[in-house]
């Protein structure tokens, strides 16, 4: 298991990925915030993919940065 903060808009993007990681631990920052969950690194693998969409160039500048922050967490923890 392996604790890893998922940016806020990666998490609120998407049913699945709310529901799977209802048991995260909501904490603020700023204007942001991110959940931190406790999982196996393929359900942090998993969740990242489906949230692929949010690192395409039609994506806000803000979605693209959470995706790309979230997976260098997944690399830096392998």
Known sequence: MITLDLP????DGDETVRTT?????TIRRGQGHFLRITAP???HRTTLQQAVALATE????AERKAHRVYATRITAAT
């Open 8 to 11: 806020g808009l990666l998490a």
């Open 21 to 25: 990681l209802a048991s995260g631990r």
């Open 41 to 43: 690194l393929e359900l």
């Open 58 to 61: 039609s994506a806000s500048s």
